[in-house]
């Protein structure tokens, strides 16, 4: 069993930067990519970035390359994802889930943590 909680979210001013935290624990052993996802309110949730567990990174929304870095730390087993130059249009409740090996679907998601991103 893997648990996922996110942490970070909050209110800022378009422009400003935050950075959010997901700290995975239990059974990593099958886990191939953490990814970050957020959904915006009446929007469908969409995949932001994914970092593999050999280290590759993507990003999926074109809106957040140069602005929004994924990585993280091996040893605290947290995925970050930085967030810079923030717009209102980036607010949304942000997830991170797993991704097991030889798998398509995410899984394991967290609870989500808010970020409101105010002009």
């Known amino acids: 069993q893997v648990h996922v909680v996110e942490s970070g979210g909050g209110w800022v001013l378009a422009g400003e930067s935050v950075r959010l935290s997901c700290a995975v624990s239990g059974n990593m052993f099958n886990i191939a990519a953490v990814g970050w996802h957020r959904q915006a309110p009446e929007k469908q949730s969409e995949l932001v970035a994914v970092i593999l567990t050999n280290g590759a990174i993507g990003y999926a929304l074109d809106s957040v390359k140069g602005r929004f870095t994924i990585s993280r730390d091996d040893a605290k087993n947290t995925v970050y994802l930085q967030m810079n130059s923030l717009k209102p249009e980036d607010t949304a409740i942000y997830y991170c889930?797993?991704?097991?090996?030889?798998?398509?679907?995410?899984?394991?998601w967290g609870r989500g943590t808010q970020v409101t991103v105010s002009s």
């Open positions: 889930a797993t991704l097991r090996k030889g798998f398509s679907k995410y899984e394991n």
